[in-house]
């Protein structure tokens, strides 16, 4: 089973267009994350929710806004897309959020804007 | 920036050698936790060394921490082609946020 998974797992779309990002973990954890990883392989946390409350609020371009429905999804939707936006999106999660905790990552998502 | 740096960028050993990777950071940490990402994956979590030990193993893997330098190593003794990945320092610098080092590329040939 898988305990962290995103789809797409693959996303090609045209500058100014909206797209979003599915996560769901099964692992019963509190706290789901949303990182970026750039082409040089620098991975930066973009935002955190906690039972989906909203903890960390990285510097990040409103046109990002995540949704959590429900502690076992995080969705991350993206407008008016940018050429910058490309990059590999990683969800996360954790049992409570605390700096000890193991975060488990899904398999990203390849965003490319062209 | 609370950035981590790791050292060396890129390592190529062959099978049955040591490699040895270091990582560096600004800010006072409570833990410092390693990570690996195979080509194409998620990471996946290594080993986690919280900031009053100075040493800690896990099977092939040997982390040392130094917390007056801002330094750790990650030490994979016996490389196998299986290793290849890269490899990633993690610090919360006194939160709960994780800020990931820029990684150290290993390649093991067989």
């Known amino acids: 089973d898988t305990a962290v998974s995103q789809t797409p797992k693959y996303l090609v779309t045209q500058m100014g267009n909206d797209k979003s990002i599915k996560c769901e973990q099964n692992l019963g954890h509190d706290t789901m994350y949303w990182y970026k990883q750039d082409s040089k392989k620098f991975l930066k946390i973009m935002f955190s929710y906690n039972n989906k409350e909203l903890i960390i609020n990285e510097t990040v371009p409103n046109r990002f806004s995540p949704k959590s429905p429900d502690k076992a999804h995080l969705n991350l939707h993206i407008n008016s897309l940018e050429l910058g936006d490309s990059a590999v999106y990683f969800c996360?999660?954790?049992?409570?959020?605390?700096?000890?905790?193991?975060?488990?990552f899904g398999p990203g998502t390849r965003l490319t804007v062209l | 920036s609370q950035q981590g740096e790791e050292d060396p960028q890129a390592l190529s050993i062959q099978e049955g050698e040591n490699a040895t990777m270091n990582c560096s950071y600004k800010?006072?940490?409570?833990?410092l936790q390693w990570y690996r990402q195979n080509s194409g994956r998620g990471l996946v979590h290594l080993i986690l060394i919280r900031s009053n030990e100075r040493e800690k193993h896990s099977g092939r893997l040997r982390v040392t921490l130094d917390t007056s330098k801002k330094s750790s190593s990650l030490l994979i003794t016996a490389s196998r082609a299986a290793d290849t990945a890269s490899y990633f320092c993690?610090?919360?610098?006194?939160?709960?946020?994780?800020?990931f080092g820029t990684g150290t590329r290993l390649q093991v040939f067989p």
């Open positions: 996360a999660s954790s049992r409570s959020g605390t700096s000890t905790d193991t975060q488990y």
């Open positions: 993690a610090t919360d610098s006194n939160t709960d946020k994780l800020i």
């Open positions: 800010t006072s940490i409570n833990n």
